[in-house]
Structures are given as C-alpha cells and as structure tokens.
Nanobody, 121 residues
C-alpha cells in the first residue's frame, strides 16, 4: 500500500506564509511527478504546482513568484512554500504523486486527504 500524508495547513492572515508538506510511504519503487492541487466549493480541482523527479517545475500563473515547490527524494516528501498569501488562495490543498509501487508494472496517481488553507484577516 502507498499513502500520501499532508501537513501544514491552517489559518493565516493576508500577506502571510505557510509551508505544506506531503510525505509518501509504503511499498514504493519509484516516484515520478509530485504536485499540489487545490479546490474550492463548486469549482474544479486546479493544478497549483508540480515537480518532476529531475527537478523540473511548473506553476499556475496565479501563484508564480509567490509559491515555491520542492521535493526531497530521500525523504519521499514534497513541499509547497506559500508566501504573500491572498484570500483567493483559500482552498483545500491536495498532494498528488505519480508512484510506481513494487507490485504494479506501471505508475499510478495517488492523492492525499487534503489540507485546508484559509487566508483571512
């Protein structure tokens, strides 16, 4: 079994910062792309940022210059540093990872349970 466990969400004032973490565990053979999505009520889940196992990153236009994604391949963990937070960043943030476990022949997309980020004064 493979699990993704997120941490780091919470309430922050506009202009503040938060750091999300997501650790993968279980019968992992290899991890390819890791990323973060977010979702607000009534809207589709949207990509925030992603990073490949070679370090290539991409960001949604709305977070460029404010958010930074990184990963630690030894710890099997992906991070999202969020600075200059705005009320419109309020959402449930989900971690995702493209993981090949030791029993499957092909990678599979795994998701975390989600963590709430609320930006409000």
């Amino acid at each position: 079994q493979v699990q993704l466990v997120e941490s780091g969400g919470g309430l922050v004032q506009p202009g503040g910062s938060l750091r999300l973490s997501c650790a993968a565990s279980g019968t992992i053979f290899n991890i390819y792309v890791m990323g973060w999505y977010r979702q607000t009520p009534g809207k589709q889940r949207e990509l925030v940022a992603s990073v490949t196992n070679s370090g290539s990153v991409q960001y949604a236009d709305s977070v460029k210059g404010r958010f930074t994604i990184s990963r630690d391949n030894v710890k099997k963990t992906v991070y999202l540093q969020m600075n200059s937070l705005k009320p419109e960043d309020t959402a449930v943030y989900f971690c995702t990872a493209d993981i090949q476990d030791v029993y499957r022949g092909v990678p599979y997309d795994y998701w975390g349970q989600g963590t709430q980020v609320t930006v409000s004064s």
